[in-house]
């Protein structure tokens, strides 16, 4: 029989006991988490240190422990590996520091070096040049696991996302958002537990410059293991909506207060912590929280099956039967790439969360058709060539700001109206890989040419995959031109938190009655979808014939 005592904690003491991790009785590897524990700063997972059966449980959850201090008493233990760490010489990791350093490297102290371990991770290998950081994916005081992306970076090429090489509790930042960096640069001290302290020793060893853990190599890990998570292109993979999920997504995961063994239980059954109540200290979330939240959907989820005949499962929506169609003839699967796994997520979230409406219409562009084609002959000294895009554009964000429930996003409770005092609008370009949204911002301040010029510089950097996360956030409304491919109408889907989306489809010469006689008219069809819990009917009917009106006749967008 022998005692497991709580590690150095780098200079904390009475450290509150949050999560006790296993039972009297329960067999526990060396490595294995035993308890957690919470300072104001961070969470950290305190390793058993040493392989057997917990024969008692000296501490509760509530109490306050110590550096020495025992907390369990374990039969038929044996030194785990974590006793192998302290064997390694402290001159060896180069990169440690605080705590690390603190922590006296002695093999008669096996449990110190089992102790949570602040190390410093190093910028890995980017394939060459620096790199701009965009998004910080966590704040100090998170945890944590190896894998979890930890930043995004983006070169004139790519963005990327680093992910973690162990788990641990972040302590602090050694860049921020803006920096230019390069492999090798300081980027982060991660207060990792002994469990990790393989890949958080490899972290270690590559500043020293032994060896480098490529970006490339963390991502065909990260694929495997998590495709979200791999190390690709993101900006070229983000429309407005999944763009601002991204950020949302890193808000939330920074927001959430729980240990990384819940956060592991967590991702192993699904669950998104987001939405999981914490009962815990400072709403800090338990492994009782997330199997409760995962029992009370099961219990909440109808199991009969639906009208359709089909079962329903989990929320409620009908899961698409499974068939191998193999059955039927010859198939080839082929992989979605990034951008067309983001528009799925965007599209499905979109679908599930706006109640939509699509208003049709057509506007007389016979004047201003001439009028374009005019100006294309004036300019094309200039090289500017204008679309009809340009000067729809315009006369959209003069309707927005007659109509501001058009520039709006419903709160996130619902219970009221974001009105914004600036009119940006996406435009969906179609690129040889997919769907991209980038958007042109301040469109009620500029000229037609500089949204023209604009537009032609943002649909390029689309179409080489060359557009910056930024290049795709902040859209107010968007726009979806079909016109120069075909199509009387259509009904393009709202992206939340967007309230609206405008589709062109073809223009074409019609018959039109004047009250005397038909004559022709070049009419181009306008598909206004809206989220009927913000935009009612009639406002949009009127929303839409006063942007027929400006398109008809011009000469008021311009005042
Ligand atoms: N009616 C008739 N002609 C039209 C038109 C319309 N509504 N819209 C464009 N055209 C004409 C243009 O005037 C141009 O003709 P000319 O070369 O003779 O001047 C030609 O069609 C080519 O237009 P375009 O679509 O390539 O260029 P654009 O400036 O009109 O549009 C852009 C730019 C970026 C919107 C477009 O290239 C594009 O990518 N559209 C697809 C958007 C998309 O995929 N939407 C679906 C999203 S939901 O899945």
């Given at each position: 029989?022998?005692?497991?005592?709580?590690?150095?904690?780098?200079?904390?003491?009475?450290?509150?006991?949050?999560?006790?991790?296993?039972?009297?009785?329960?067999?526990?590897?060396?490595?294995?988490?035993?308890?957690?524990?919470?300072?104001?700063?961070?969470?950290m997972?305190?390793?058993?240190?040493?392989?057997?059966?917990?024969?008692?449980l000296?501490?509760?959850?509530?109490?306050?422990?110590?550096?020495?201090?025992?907390?369990a008493?374990?039969?038929?233990?044996?030194?785990g590996?974590?006793?192998?760490?302290?064997?390694?010489?402290?001159?060896?990791?180069p990169?440690a520091?605080?705590?690390?350093?603190?922590?006296?490297?002695?093999?008669?102290?096996?449990?110190?070096?089992?102790?949570?371990?602040?190390?410093?991770?190093?910028?890995?290998?980017?394939?060459?040049?620096?790199a701009?950081?965009?998004?910080?994916?966590?704040?100090?005081?998170?945890?944590?696991?190896?894998?979890?992306?930890?930043?995004?970076?983006?070169?004139?090429?790519?963005s990327?996302?680093?992910?973690?090489?162990?788990?641990?509790?972040?302590?602090?930042?050694?860049?921020k958002v803006?920096?230019?960096v390069?492999a090798?640069?300081?980027?982060l001290?991660?207060?990792?537990?002994?469990?990790?302290?393989?890949?958080?020793?490899?972290?270690?060893?590559?500043?020293?410059?032994?060896?480098?853990?490529?970006?490339?190599?963390?991502?065909?890990?990260a694929?495997?293991e998590?495709?979200?998570?791999?190390?690709?292109?993101?900006?070229?993979?983000?429309?407005?909506?999944?763009?601002?999920?991204h950020?949302?997504?890193?808000?939330?995961?920074?927001?959430?207060?729980?240990g990384?063994?819940?956060?592991?239980?967590?991702?192993?059954?699904?669950?998104d912590?987001?939405?999981?109540?914490?009962s815990?200290?400072?709403?800090?979330?338990?492994?009782?929280?997330?199997?409760?939240?995962?029992?009370?959907?099961?219990?909440?989820?109808?199991?009969?099956?639906?009208?359709?005949?089909n079962?329903?499962v989990?929320?409620?929506?009908p899961?698409?039967?499974?068939?191998?169609?193999?059955?039927?003839?010859?198939?080839?699967?082929v992989?979605?790439?990034?951008?067309?796994?983001?528009?799925?997520?965007?599209?499905?979230?979109?679908?599930?969360?706006?109640?939509?409406?699509?208003?049709?219409?057509?506007?007389?562009?016979?004047?201003?058709?001439?009028?374009?084609?005019?100006?294309?002959?004036?300019?094309s000294?200039?090289?500017?060539?204008?679309?009809?895009?340009?000067?729809?554009?315009?006369?959209?964000?003069?309707?927005?700001?007659?109509?501001?429930?058009?520039?709006?996003?419903?709160?996130?409770?619902?219970?009221?109206?974001?009105?914004?005092?600036?009119?940006?609008?996406?435009?969906?370009?179609?690129?040889?890989k997919?769907?991209?949204?980038p958007?042109?911002?301040?469109?009620?301040?500029?000229s037609?040419t500089?949204?023209?010029?604009?537009?032609a510089?943002?649909?390029?950097?689309?179409?080489?995959?060359?557009?910056?996360l930024?290049?795709?956030?902040?859209?107010c409304l968007?726009?979806?031109?079909?016109?120069?491919?075909?199509?009387?109408?259509?009904?393009p889907?709202?992206?939340?938190?967007?309230?609206?989306i405008?589709?062109?489809?073809?223009?074409?010469?019609?018959?039109?009655?004047?009250?005397?006689?038909?004559i022709?008219?070049?009419?181009?069809?306008?598909?206004?979808?809206?989220?009927?819990?913000?935009i009612?009917?009639?406002?949009a009917?009127?929303?839409?014939?006063?942007?027929?009106?400006?398109?008809?006749?011009?000469?008021?967008?311009?005042?």
């Amino acid at each position: 029989m022998s005692q497991l005592i709580i590690p150095d904690l780098g200079g904390a003491s009475q450290v509150d006991v949050i999560e006790i991790l296993v039972a009297e009785g329960d067999h526990v590897d060396a490595e294995q988490a035993v308890l957690v524990l919470e300072t104001d700063k961070a969470s950290m997972e305190i390793p058993a240190g040493k392989a057997g059966v917990i024969s008692r449980l000296m501490v509760k959850v509530g109490d306050k422990v110590s550096s020495g201090d025992a907390f369990a008493e374990i039969k038929g233990a044996a030194a785990g590996t974590a006793g192998k760490t302290a064997e390694k010489p402290a001159d060896k990791a180069p990169a440690a520091v605080s705590a690390a350093a603190s922590a006296p490297s002695n093999e008669t102290q096996p449990l110190k070096a089992a102790a949570a371990k602040a190390q410093a991770f190093m910028v890995p290998d980017i394939g060459g040049g620096k790199a701009e950081v965009i998004e910080l994916s966590v704040q100090p005081g998170d945890a944590v696991q190896a894998g979890d992306t930890l930043l995004v970076l983006e070169s004139d090429k790519a963005s990327m996302e680093i992910p973690a090489e162990a788990s641990g509790v972040v302590q602090s930042w050694s860049l921020k958002v803006g920096d230019k960096v390069q492999a090798g640069d300081a980027m982060l001290v991660l207060m990792a537990a002994a469990s990790s302290g393989g890949a958080a020793g490899h972290a270690v060893d590559d500043a020293a410059g032994k060896s480098a853990t490529s970006a490339a190599a963390q991502a065909a890990k990260a694929t495997a293991e998590e495709p979200a998570k791999a190390a690709a292109p993101v900006s070229a993979s983000v429309s407005p909506a999944a763009a601002t999920n991204h950020t949302a997504n890193g808000v939330n995961s920074g927001e959430v207060h729980a240990g990384p063994a819940v956060r592991k239980l967590a991702r192993e059954l699904g669950v998104d912590l987001a939405l999981v109540a914490g009962s815990g200290r400072r709403a800090r979330i338990t492994k009782e929280d997330v199997q409760n939240w995962v029992k009370s959907r099961l219990q909440n989820a109808p199991t009969a099956g639906n009208s359709m005949g089909n079962a329903v499962v989990g929320s409620g929506i009908p899961p698409v039967p499974v068939i191998d169609f193999s059955q039927f003839g010859d198939t080839e699967t082929v992989a979605l790439n990034n951008i067309k796994r983001a528009t799925a997520r965007a599209m499905t979230t979109a679908w599930l969360n706006v109640p939509q409406v699509t208003q049709f219409d057509l506007a007389d562009i016979t004047d201003l058709e001439a009028y374009r084609v005019a100006q294309n002959q004036k300019f094309s000294k200039q090289g500017i060539k204008f679309s009809l895009v340009p000067f729809v554009l315009k006369a959209l964000s003069w309707a927005m700001k007659q109509y501001p429930a058009f520039n709006a996003s419903l709160s996130p409770d619902g219970q009221s109206l974001i009105l914004k005092k600036y009119v940006n609008i996406g435009v969906a370009v179609d690129t040889p890989k997919g769907l991209l949204v980038p958007v042109i911002r301040d469109v009620d301040r500029k000229s037609v040419t500089e949204i023209t010029q604009e537009l032609a510089q943002k649909a390029g950097l689309a179409r080489d995959g060359k557009l910056s996360l930024a290049d795709m956030q902040g859209g107010c409304l968007s726009l979806s031109s079909l016109g120069g491919i075909g199509g009387t109408a259509f009904t393009p889907i709202v992206s939340p938190p967007e309230v609206a989306i405008l589709g062109l489809s073809k223009a074409s010469m019609q018959p039109v009655w004047n009250g005397e006689t038909f004559i022709p008219r070049l009419m181009l069809p306008l598909s206004l979808s809206y989220d009927h819990r913000v935009i009612d009917g009639a406002e949009a009917a009127r929303f839409a014939q006063t942007l027929v009106g400006a398109l008809q006749d011009m000469r008021e967008t311009l005042m």
